[in-house]
């Protein structure tokens, strides 16, 4: 639920603010922003994990290779010598990056509008929501976070056309040969049109699903999603490693905040995004609408 309204009111005209220049939100309350955020996100609901980071960076292990395989001779004979097998592993690194904004308000405008509380609580979080999927989704390495789109180690299949159910089904196969669950579909709201429109022998108003398979996959739909790619795989393999959960504080002496009689909410997180193993991930790219 949002901040309650009464609540979010009295914070802001509280004694709270501090001659400093402000103070942080109380814990119930900036509790209550990140449940909504996540809540909000679309990477969450489709099952991406957090990993808590002691420190700015955080080395995780992971393995690239299986040890035990069609390419080995697994079988042994009575009293033979049981075959040995490396695993090998390498190392993924997880390093703190930062996701701030600020919202401006009106003192007269949160002290007179009824629902203004509530709209404050409701702009920061899904704008940081948005903002997290997107970096997750569609990141550069310039912007600190490298997004699956741009993600060199993800297997993928360049669609050069509108998506059609036979290319989800591709990258369902993808991701189940390399021994994984596909748990969902990541899909632009374009995409996800393109394949509800489809025809049946391009009669009109015959329109056809695609296979159980792919139908059954769970859709998960997000303007974060760049509309020329769409994704599909075991979601749970996307870590999320998380130095500071967000923030949020309040004031109405910083900047120009004073003069202008305005209060500002600020919201800060820190934290980082790998994939564990990027065979759980099939990438759809070249997607046009």
Request: aromatic content about 6%.
């Amino acid at each position: 639920a949002n901040i309650p309204e009464e609540r979010f009111e009295k914070l802001a005209q509280s004694s709270i603010i501090q001659s400093a220049g402000g103070a942080a939100v109380p814990e119930p309350i900036a509790r209550s922003f990140i449940d909504n955020a996540r809540a909000q996100s679309v990477m969450f609901k489709a099952g991406m994990k957090v990993v808590p980071m002691a420190s700015g960076t955080l080395d995780l292990a992971r393995v690239s290779g299986d040890p035990i395989s069609s390419t080995t001779t697994n079988v042994t004979a009575e009293n033979a010598t049981i075959a040995s097998t490396d695993i090998v592993f390498d190392r993924v690194q997880l390093t703190a990056v930062k996701i701030g904004q600020i919202v401006k308000a009106s003192r007269e405008l949160v002290n007179d509008a009824p629902n203004m509380a509530s709209l404050i609580s409701l702009v920061l979080t899904k704008s940081f929501a948005a903002e997290l999927d997107r970096l997750i989704l569609d990141g550069t390495a310039a912007q600190g976070i490298t997004g699956l789109s741009n993600l060199t180690s993800l297997s993928e299949t360049d669609v050069s056309g509108a998506i059609a159910w036979q290319d989800i089904m591709t990258a369902w196969e993808s991701v189940s040969l390399a021994n994984f669950a596909p748990s969902g579909v990541i899909l632009n709201p374009a995409s996800v049109e393109d394949l509800q429109v489809l025809l049946g022998n391009s009669e009109a108003n015959m329109f056809v699903g695609g296979p159980p398979i792919a139908e059954a996959l769970p859709k998960f739909v997000s303007t974060s999603c760049n509309g020329s790619d769409a994704f599909v795989g075991d979601f749970s393999k996307v870590l999320l490693g998380l130095r500071q959960d967000v923030d949020v504080s309040v004031t109405t002496e910083a900047g120009s905040s004073f003069a202008d009689n305005q209060i500002w909410f600020k919201l800060v997180w820190r934290g980082d995004m790998q994939v564990e193993d990027p065979g759980a991930i099939h990438r759809l790219f070249g997607i046009t609408h």
